[in-house]
C-alpha cells in the first residue's frame, strides 16, 4: 500500500472551514484514498473515500488532485466536537476485505 | 441496526492470566478486524478474518496471541500469559462484502497489573 504523508497537527477556528491535505505520491491506479478520525479514546469513524473524482457526503468533502497525487479533506464548518486525529490511507481495492494500515494521522483542535 | 459490539469495555488481569476479548460484528458483515492502540500510539493492525478463516495476521505476535471467527458466535482474541506491555486498546471493525469503509466498536481496554 503507498504511504501517505499528513501535518502534524492543524488548528481550526470553530465554524470555519478545515482543510486537512495529505500527500500519497507513490499512488497506485487501483487504489483508493479513505479519510478516518478517532476523537479521544473514542473507536475510530470513517468518514468518506475517493478514487479519481471529489466526493461529498454528510460529513465532510474530499479533493482530490487530477494526478491523485494528494488530497484535501474539508469539513465545511468545524465544530469542537471535530477536534480529532483524523487519518488519511490510500489502500488496494474498494469493497470487501482488505486490511487497512494506519500512520500517525493529523491532530485537529477545532477552538473556540 | 447495532453496532460493532466489543466486551468488556474494560478488562483487568494479573500478569500471566489470560485475557479474551470479544467482537460482535454488525448484521451483514463477514469481515472481522482487529487493531491494538498502545497509550498515545497510533493503530497497528493485527489480524484480518472471515468466517473460519484467518486472512492475514501479519500483525499478529507470534508468540501467546490468537484469534478466530469462528461459524457462529463473535470474533475472539485472545491473549495468553498476559504480561505489562500487552496494556492497551483493542479496537475491532467489520465490514460487509459490498461497501466501502470499517465499522469500529468501541473498544475493550486491557489493564495488566
Known amino acids: 500500500d503507498a504511504k501517505t504523508t499528513q501535518p502534524t497537527s492543524m488548528d481550526c477556528a470553530e465554524g470555519r472551514a478545515a482543510n486537512l491535505p495529505c500527500n500519497h505520491s507513490?499512488?497506485?491506479?487501483?487504489?483508493?484514498v479513505y479519510w478516518y478520525r478517532q476523537i479521544h479514546s473514542q473507536g475510530p469513524q470513517y468518514i468518506i473515500h475517493g478514487l479519481k473524482n471529489n466526493e461529498t457526503n454528510e460529513m465532510a468533502s474530499l479533493i482530490i488532485t487530477e494526478d491523485r497525487k494528494s488530497s484535501t479533506l474539508i469539513l465545511p464548518h468545524a465544530t469542537l466536537r471535530d477536534t480529532a486525529v483524523y487519518y488519511c490511507?490510500?489502500?488496494?481495492?474498494?469493497?470487501?476485505?482488505?486490511?487497512?494500515?494506519f500512520g500517525a494521522g493529523t491532530r485537529l483542535f477545532v477552538k473556540a | 441496526n447495532a453496532g460493532v459490539m466489543q466486551n468488556p469495555r474494560h478488562l483487568v488481569r494479573r500478569r500471566g492470566q489470560e485475557a479474551r476479548l470479544r467482537c460482535s460484528p454488525m448484521?451483514?458483515?463477514?469481515?472481522v478486524y482487529w487493531y491494538r492502540q498502545l497509550p498515545e500510539e497510533g493503530l497497528k493492525f493485527m489480524v484480518y478474518?472471515?468466517?473460519?478463516?484467518?486472512?492475514?495476521e501479519s500483525g499478529m505476535p507470534k508468540e501467546r496471541f490468537s484469534a478466530e471467527f469462528p461459524k457462529e458466535g463473535p470474533s475472539i482474541l485472545r491473549i495468553q500469559q498476559v504480561v505489562r506491555g500487552d496494556s492497551a486498546a483493542y479496537f475491532c471493525a467489520s465490514s460487509p462484502q459490498d461497501r466501502h469503509g470499517y465499522t469500529f466498536g468501541s473498544g475493550t481496554r486491557l489493564t495488566v497489573v
Open positions: 507513490t499512488i497506485s491506479g487501483n487504489e483508493y
Open positions: 448484521k451483514g458483515h463477514s469481515h
Open positions: 478474518l472471515q468466517k473460519e478463516n484467518i486472512i492475514d
Open positions: 490511507i490510500v489502500r488496494v481495492g474498494g469493497t470487501g476485505g482488505f486490511k487497512t494500515i
